[in-house]
């Protein structure tokens, strides 16, 4: 089964940034819209971004917009997710997946990456 890899999580400070990585195998990378969600403890996962096959499209939730960047390197199967001027509401556990044809992220989810903002 498919499960992507997700790394760069940890603990900062408010205001803080990170950087955090997937490297997703398994599938034809280049040929997949990619996501990033994140699910909070007591929460749902939730949508955080998105970016097309090419990465010159992408998308972000509201609580993303303006402080974070999605992007990938098609060549090293990965996609990024730049976290800048976090606050303690964006700590989570961040993971990143497929979408399939019908837009929906695929269900073999990683581990995911935990990311942690202190106030």
């Known amino acids: 089964q498919v499960q992507p890899v997700e790394s760069g999580g940890g603990l900062v400070q408010a205001g803080g940034s990170l950087r955090l990585s997937c490297v997703a195998s398994?599938?034809?990378?280049?040929?997949?819209?990619m996501g990033w969600f994140r699910q909070a403890p007591g929460k749902d996962r939730e949508f955080v971004s998105a970016?097309?096959?090419?990465?010159?499209?992408?998308y972000y939730a509201d609580f993303a917009k303006g402080r974070f960047t999605i992007s990938r390197d098609n060549a090293k199967n990965t996609v990024y997710l730049q976290m800048n001027s976090l606050k303690p509401e964006d700590t989570a556990v961040y993971y990143c997946?497929?979408?399939?044809?019908?837009?929906?992220?695929?269900?073999?989810w990683g581990q995911g990456t935990l990311v942690t903002v202190s106030s």
């Open positions: 997946n497929f979408y399939d044809d019908s837009n929906k992220p695929f269900d073999a």
């Open positions: 398994g599938r034809t990378f280049s040929a997949y819209v």
């Open positions: 970016v097309s096959r090419n990465g010159g499209t992408t």
